[in-house]
């Protein structure tokens, strides 16, 4: 039997086969049929490969991986994965988001672990200049073919931004979700401890440690930023990773969410977003 899932951007499935009596789920990807435009294939063989060559899923607790299939040339791309169960973390009180943060430790640990940064799969995007400023020397461009005024306000909005990046891409690298945000990230509240299940890799590269708890904690209020940063910074040291000191916390965090509000920009763009949106 096989289910489509309504709130898949790729088509994504659920299929269950019954064979001599037992049953068994799966998810199927279908990256050919996303619903959202794409570039070109490299998030898919992205997520691929991050599936079958880096997470662990005994010490991570995400999806094993059971198949997949690259042949673009047929408009084939496919991903099978165990079915997992869990609420989205948007829909969860604020205990599974320091659980979400606390695995982002573990998940930098485990990179460290494996070597991953010294020989990081080709596939992985990699957080340096040219990667961050791509998207906002896009986001200008765009927002000038629809008027030269807010770009002039979106250019002065970037002052100084420049310099934020190159402390960013100065950091220690290490494995990144690249769009950690609550949606993504699902929780077995059933499972002792909850099981957090991070989907949807089609982001993820070698970056700073700080990059995906800026995603986690956007939109929130500073007493829960904080905790937050507590939880994550106690997984990680754990592990024997290094964090920046508190105060270059802050100021890589804001240049995150600044990358993050240009991210936002050019996806609206290019879906056609209506002026007042843009503005």
């Given at each position: ?42 998030g ?15 010490l ?28 989205r ?84 690298r290490?494995?990144v979700?690249?769009?950690f ?90 879906r ?8």
């Open positions: 039997e096989r289910h489509p899932l309504a709130e898949s951007t790729s088509s994504c499935e659920l299929l269950r086969f019954q064979t001599g009596g037992q049953a068994l789920e799966l998810y199927f990807k279908d990256y050919g049929r996303c619903r959202l435009p794409r570039e070109d294939d490299r898919p063989r992205r997520e691929i490969d991050v599936y079958r060559k880096i997470l662990d899923p005994e991570l607790g995400t999806a094993r991986h059971v198949g997949s299939l690259r042949e673009p040339e047929d408009g084939r791309t496919w991903l099978l994965l165990e079915r997992v169960r869990g609420s973390l948007a829909d969860l009180d604020f205990e599974h988001w320091l659980a979400a943060a606390a695995w982002l430790g573990r998940l930098q640990g485990h990179a460290a672990a494996r070597g991953i940064v010294a020989q990081p799969p080709s596939a992985l995007a990699v957080h340096d200049l040219p990667y961050f400023s791509s998207t906002a020397e896009e986001a200008v461009r765009m927002v000038a073919s629809l008027d030269e005024r807010m770009a002039r306000d979106l250019r002065d909005a970037l002052d100084g931004y420049e310099q934020g990046l190159e402390q960013l891409c100065a950091q220690p290490t494995l979700h690249g769009s945000l609550p949606d993504h990230v699902l929780i077995d509240v059933e499972a002792t401890p909850p099981r957090v299940l991070p989907i949807d890799w089609e982001h993820a590269g070698l970056g700073c440690a700080l990059f995906d708890v800026a995603f986690l904690m956007n939109g929130l209020e500073r007493p829960q930023r904080l905790q937050l940063l507590r939880a994550h910074r106690e997984a990680v040291a754990e592990s024997g990773v290094h964090l920046p000191e508190h105060h270059e916390t802050r100021e890589l965090l804001t240049v995150v969410r600044q990358h993050c509000s240009l991210q936002a920009l050019v996806g609206a763009l290019r056609g977003a209506e002026r007042a949106r843009v503005e």
